[in-house]
């Protein structure tokens, strides 16, 4: 028999101070010189007024993405007294290095002793794939205890200057010399922060969360990639790994910057949403009736209504009026969103015992999606 799982506490770090939509420029530099031509349509879709860098003005890195995760760690931890943390999970979709692992990198700068180490890879879901590592190893009592902290550092990679070989390329080809769509893109729509969560087998405090199950599924037999980084489609369509490039080509392409097919994305990433949750609640036997608050992780406000539209055509009654997310606030810090946005709601909104909680997070890397179901005790 498993035991039973609970979120203690929850916390999150944001660095430095909002940026708004008129500054974003003065951080990540204007590619050739001069402003984006999308800029302004991509922020009217994604609905974000402000957002987080761990960048100053100058382009330079403020907070590492492992020491932004330990700050949220630190912040959970404080005033926990003195229980070691036994197991420690954690996901990022942009990890400061290669190697060694993001797990090896927050251990090292949030902890002063051995414990057990898990590193999820991926894009948005990575936060969700550490919280359920984390979960089943309390659950199965490997663990008495966990720490699933969640980080992106994002920011440097949409710096001007990584582009500037790209567009200069283009000027001498006499092509129109814009950055592509699927790049602009998500310049103006990522953020950066962490954020953490305690896990442990007993209730703590005046609230916890229990966690009742953590449900995910990839559609990647379905599509090809979606989103995507160091790699890129041949002019045939294959995918192409960052190994096969030369040199000149990784710069004069960008290929190591991050990529949205937002063709794709507009086609597949809501539908497939949709049937993710309502399979999930269906698995688990959920009346949606039953539901409180919904915290769905979108990466821009232009899907919002889309995604609630999805949901009632397939049956599944989960009203906006009971959704709650801080995405003009705090902008998308992909796999940190819904965790940053549950710190939020715990910290006020009103919570009753027994009050269920429904996080929804897609991946839209190649179409995977994560429901978690999480009940006030």
């Given at each position: ?223 090809p990639a979606c989103m995507y980084m160091w790699a890129d489609y041949t002019p045939e369509g294959r ?137 006030v005790c």
């Amino acid at each position: 028999m498993s035991n039973q799982v609970f979120i203690t506490k929850t916390a999150s770090f944001l660095p430095n101070f909002p940026v708004g939509n008129d500054e974003m420029e003065d951080y990540l530099g204007k590619v050739g010189g001069k402003p984006s031509r999308v800029k302004n349509i991509i922020l009217r879709q994604n609905g974000i007024k402000t957002r987080y860098y761990a960048l100053d003005k100058s382009g330079q890195i403020t907070h590492t993405n492992a020491r932004m995760a330990a700050e949220a760690i630190r912040t959970l931890l404080r005033g926990m007294g003195k229980e070691r943390v036994e197991v420690l999970t954690c996901g990022s979709s942009t990890p400061d290095q290669m190697l060694p692992s993001q797990a090896s990198m927050v251990h090292g700068e949030a902890f002063d002793y051995p414990l057990e180490t898990f590193s999820l890879a991926g894009v948005c879901l990575s936060g969700v794939a550490a919280l359920k590592t984390a979960f089943m190893s309390v659950a199965s009592g490997n663990s008495r205890n966990a720490v699933c902290s969640t980080s992106e550092l994002v920011s440097p990679l949409m710096l001007s200057k990584f582009f500037e070989e790209e567009y200069s390329k283009l000027i001498q080809m006499e092509q129109n010399p814009i950055l592509a769509f699927e790049k602009d893109f998500l310049r103006f729509m990522l953020s950066d922060g962490a954020a953490a969560v305690f896990l442990s087998d007993r209730p703590a405090g005046e609230k916890s969360l229990e966690i009742k199950w953590v449900d995910t599924v990839s559609y990647a037999n379905r599509q090809p990639a979606c989103m995507y980084m160091w790699a890129d489609y041949t002019p045939e369509g294959r995918f192409q790994s960052w190994k096969e490039f030369s040199a000149k080509d990784i710069g004069e392409r960008s290929v190591w910057c991050i990529k949205q097919n937002v063709k794709l994305l507009n086609e597949f990433g809501v539908p497939y949403f949709a049937e993710s949750v309502k399979d999930a609640l269906g698995r688990h036997h959920l009346d949606p009736e039953s539901v409180r608050y919904v915290i769905p992780h979108i990466s821009s406000m232009y899907f919002y209504g889309r995604l609630a539209d999805s949901l009632k055509e397939k049956g599944v009654d989960l009203p906006t009026e009971r959704w709650f997310t801080n995405l003009p606030t705090v902008g998308n810090i992909g796999s940190v969103s819904a965790y940053a946005a549950l710190d939020e709601l715990v910290r006020t909104k009103p919570l009753e015992k027994g009050d269920r909680i429904l996080l929804l997070v897609p991946e839209s890397g190649r179409f995977s999606y994560g429901t978690v179901l999480l009940r006030v005790c």
